[in-house]
């Protein structure tokens, strides 16, 4: 097994939740404005969960999924990794009883086949295409065989509607069914995207997709 919990962690750049630092006072705030609650509760719903469940929120930011998960399923293990240590801060205020760890994602932190479901809550057009690769094969790498992937973005069509006028690499990748083609291409059998719109900013894809059986 791949144990990574006694390395140390690997400084990388990584864009905020908020896009920037000092923005962080209103992470909360847009959270509610946005209407993310609806999407974390259909993530929740979807993932199926079980007392004795270990569940990972991979970005987990101030932990708004991880709790609304605690307050659902009392009988579930959670944890949480983020890069940033501010949110973290926030997020154990919140999340009692939780385990908390500070890293990122293209370097998880804990052994092969630990957690039963794994979510991310739109974390992946933060980073860059080669890093959702690395994302992608730490989550197949850390699920259980019989575990579950339950991964919400933002998502944009072909015709520029509800994505930013100048294009990024980051907002190139979720066009489409972009999204659910790189999570099958990281060996997950990927279930048809559902998807839940927003109160405002547009649409996020929700995506299930587990373990395809290694060759």
């Known amino acids: 097994m791949t144990e990574r ?7 990388r750049d990584y864009i905020p939740g908020m896009g920037k630092h000092y923005l962080l006072p209103l992470y909360d705030i847009a959270h509610h404005v946005f209407g993310l609650r609806r999407i974390h509760q259909e993530m929740i719903t979807l ?5 004795g469940h270990k569940v990972l929120d991979v970005g987990c930011g101030t932990g708004n999924l991880l709790r609304l998960t605690g307050k659902l399923h009392p009988g579930v293990e959670l944890s949480g990794l983020d890069p940033d240590p501010k949110m973290l801060v926030r997020a154990r205020r919140k999340v009692r009883g939780a385990r908390l760890d500070r890293g990122f994602a293209q370097e998880l932190p804990y052994a092969d086949g630990s957690f039963d479901r794994v979510f991310s809550s739109l974390m992946l057009h ?3 295409s080669a890093s959702k690769d690395e994302l992608l094969a730490e989550v197949r790498r850390v699920l259980r065989p019989d575990g579950l992937l339950v991964l919400a973005d933002a998502v944009f069509d072909k015709h520029n509607h509800g994505r930013p006028r100048r294009m990024s690499e980051l907002v190139r990748d979720n066009i489409g069914d972009g999204v659910a083609r790189r999570i099958a291409a990281a060996g997950f059998t990927v279930q048809p995207t559902r998807m839940k719109a927003m109160r405002i900013g547009g649409n996020v894809g929700i995506e299930l997709a587990r373990p395809a ?3």
């Open 5 to 11: 919990t006694s390395q140390p962690i690997t400084e």
């Open 47 to 51: 993932a199926g969960l079980r007392d």
């Open 126 to 128: 933060h980073l860059d």
């Open 213 to 215: 059986p290694r060759e």
